[in-house]
């Protein structure tokens, strides 16, 4: 689908009139060689030992939010400035989860004997380094990374200041982190599985040599509105670290406008690994009826998770597969 250059007054556009089951087949121009090469590439990169966490907005003042990450359980709170902080979850004096207790004063305290502890530490309890880029929240674990520490994690670059709507939604399924990430390197299946959400996608650039530069795939889609009208974009897709995958829209409406998603591992249960996508939307647009959807934020947001985890619910399920089959000997090729 060719983007037309010339302004418009509305973003939307009556989309060519099609079928499912006649859809260009994209199966040749998927090739697994391309898709595992780019997930080789990806997973090389550093992460600084650095995995999300939650939502920003997950943690609160007046409350922990607990989960378990890379098998570490973990506890996360603000302290009297509202600073992110995160620890152990297990409480030093008899185990309690902390996550059950309470925040006072900026102090995490256990509810099963008081022990109030903050970022400085307790004997036996030391808290992570943890980073809050005002999206998502952020935890290093330098025990479960296994890499050389950074002091930031790497956070792609978004759409800035009170003019972006972000909303993050997070799902959990029996996998890897490398499936994810697998199943995201691979927009050829979008029109396909998500005719839903997407109509019309062809992939119109694949890196190629050992160390393409950009090391992107570009796509060109319509999202499916109602019936047959849709917004026509170009969207890159990119690895900044080993975890995320990052769909850029570099041209047509809302350009700049990113959806990060994130790969977490939580810990492995009956011998199988379960990982969690949180996935991050941020939006914006230089249209002035944006404006309107900023002010309309707390009625946009929950949309824009509703539909991030349709689309998630069938993708982990195509994720889980993938590690079903490369796990038991039957991956293709």
């Not at 307790?122 to 330098?142: C, I, S």
């Not at 824009?304 to 985890?309: C, G, H, I, N």
Request: proline share 10%; net charge positive.
């Amino acid at each position: 689908m060719e983007l037309d250059p010339r302004p418009r007054r509305l973003p939307l556009r009556r989309l060519p009139a099609t079928t499912w089951q006649r859809q260009r087949p994209t199966w040749r121009e998927a090739a697994p060689g391309v898709i595992e090469a780019a997930l080789k590439r990806a997973l090389a990169r550093p992460s600084g030992n650095w995995f999300v966490l939650a939502a920003s907005r997950e943690v609160r003042r007046d409350r922990p939010f607990g989960r378990v990450v890379a098998g570490t359980e973990i506890v996360a709170w603000r302290d009297a400035e509202g600073a992110l902080r995160a620890a152990p979850g297990a409480c030093p004096h008899l185990g309690a989860p902390l996550c059950r207790g309470a925040v006072a004063d900026g102090r995490l305290v256990c509810r099963w004997h008081g022990l109030a502890l903050d970022g400085g530490g307790f004997p036996g309890w030391t808290p992570f380094p943890a980073h809050d880029d005002g999206v998502l929240a952020w935890v290093r674990l330098d025990g479960a990374g296994g890499e050389e520490p950074l002091p930031r994690p790497v956070v792609p670059e978004r759409p800035r200041g009170a003019g972006a709507i972000a909303a993050v939604e997070s799902l959990a399924g029996r996998c890897a982190p490398e499936d994810v990430v697998a199943n995201r390197l691979d927009p050829w299946h979008g029109s396909w599985f998500h005719p839903y959400s997407f109509v019309g996608l062809r992939v119109t650039e694949i890196p190629s040599g050992a160390d393409p530069d950009p090391d992107r795939l570009v796509a060109e889609v319509a999202f499916k509105v109602a019936g047959r009208w849709g917004v026509p974009v170009r969207a890159a897709f990119e690895c900044p670290d080993p975890r995320t995958v990052v769909m850029r829209i570099i041209e047509g409406e809302g350009r700049g406008s990113v959806v990060e998603t994130h790969a977490t591992p939580l810990g492995v249960r009956g011998g199988v690994p379960s990982t969690a996508v949180i996935e991050a939307a941020v939006a914006a647009s230089d249209r002035p009826g944006f404006a309107l959807a900023r002010r309309a934020a707390p009625v946009v947001r929950p949309l824009m998770r509703a539909a991030a985890r349709r689309l998630w619910r069938d993708d982990l399920a195509y994720a889980e597969r993938r590690y079903l089959l490369r796990t038991t000997g039957r991956w293709p090729g």
